[in-house]
Each structure stands twice: as C-alpha cells, then as structure tokens.
C-alpha cells in the first residue's frame, strides 16, 4: 500500500495562476479531506468529502475547489493563487468520518 | 465558535523528564478528541479518545480525556531526544475535524 500519496512536493505560482494540487489513497477510505498548515496555527481545514460524489466545506474554503469522482482521489484546485495561499497542504484520509486519518507527505506552495 | 486551544505553546525539557500537554476544545456535537505527533513532515496518529476518565496507553505515552471540563491532557514519562516534535490535538464534532495549533516539544540531551 502506498497509503495516502500527493503531488507535487513543491510548487512556485505567480499570483493568478491557477493549479490542481493532487492526491489519491490506495486503501478503500471513505472519508477525505484537505488541510493548510501555517505557522503557528495548526491545521486548518480547507473541504471534505465522506464518499464519492460528496464534498462540503470547511473552516477556510474561499479561493480553493474540490471533486471526488473516485473513492481514490481528491484533488484539490486554486483557482487564482494569492499570496495568503502560500502554504503547507495536507492530504488526509480515515476509513469513515469519525476513525483516525492518515496524511499525505504535503505539498509546500509558495505564491509570490 | 468551535475552537481547540493546546497548552504550552513550546516546551524544553532534558531526557528522562516528565511532561505533560493540555488540550482544551469549545467544539458543538463533540464526537472524539485525536492527538497526533508531526516531526518533520506529515502528522502522525497517537490516540483517539471518545470516553471520559479512560486512559489510553502506548509504552511511555498516555492521554485522557475529561468532557466534562472539556480537556484532555497527553502525558509523556521518560522524555528521549526522538520525542521531540509538535504534539497536535485535533477534535472531530459528526464531519469535522477541528485542530489546535500545537505544542512544540524539544527534548535535550
């Protein structure tokens, strides 16, 4: 199992660029979600979605888009990067919405 | 508003103490209360906690969770250098997960 993988590890945007952050699961989970990490602020989280076909929002939404086609993937989109999206992003995931997650390796965006 | 409060924000101790991490939460439709430990990358699980006064073990690591006052707290005996990391309390109220900003451990030789 690969467990939770996202791509790209690194990422440098102009402010307006749009892009698609990636990230997939290899274990069947039901439950997936998106987080920013900021210094000094923890994990904040971004959307979820508790199956194929269903996603809601979470504590800072604006400025980012989701879909879940698949149980599999979850990709996460900008869609004009600024520079307050300059950030670590999280990929997680848990077998159902109230188990433990797993995370994804990150991916570090700086937008300049 | 939901919130999560960790305490202390940082700590310094020297191998072989005794620490202990606080977590408080103001979370509507509370379900669990989750600690994690992030070194240097991703985030991983330590405990999930659902009931109170039942503690949780896992070798020198151990955490309880009081909803009555609304905390829980992560005790770590017999510190090593490899403890050290941000300690991350998270708690999930039906679909999501509410984090608090950490408290970062550094543990000296």
């Known amino acids: 199992n690969a467990g939770v993988t996202q791509t790209p590890k690194f990422q440098v945007l102009k402010t307006g660029q749009s892009m698609t952050l990636q990230c997939a699961q290899d274990?069947?989970?039901?439950?997936m979600s998106w987080y920013r990490q900021d210094p000094g602020m923890g994990l904040r989280l971004i959307h979820y979605s508790v199956g194929a076909g269903i996603t809601d929002q979470g504590e800072v939404p604006n400025g980012y888009n989701v879909s879940r086609s698949t149980t599999e993937d979850f990709p996460l989109r900008l869609l004009s990067a600024a520079p307050s999206q300059t950030s670590v992003y999280f990929c997680?995931?848990?077998?159902?919405?109230?188990?433990?997650?797993?995370f994804g390796p990150g991916t570090r965006l700086t937008v300049t | 508003e939901d919130k999560v409060v960790q305490s202390p924000l940082s700590l310094v101790v020297h191998e072989g103490d005794t620490v202990t991490l606080n977590c408080s939460y103001e979370v509507t439709n509370f379900r669990s209360l989750l600690w994690y430990k992030q070194e240097k990358k991703a985030p991983t699980f330590l405990f999930m906690l659902t009931s109170s006064g039942i503690e949780k073990k896992s070798g020198r690591l151990s955490s309880i969770l009081d909803k009555k006052e609304l905390f829980s707290i992560l005790n770590i005996t017999a510190t090593q250098t490899g403890d050290s990391a941000v300690y991350l309390c998270?708690?999930?109220?039906?679909?999501?997960?509410?984090f608090g900003s950490g408290t970062k451990l550094n543990v000296k030789p």
């Open positions: 274990m069947n989970h039901e439950y």
């Open positions: 998270a708690v999930f109220n039906f679909n999501k997960f509410y």
């Open positions: 997680a995931s848990s077998h159902s919405r109230d188990r433990e997650q797993y």
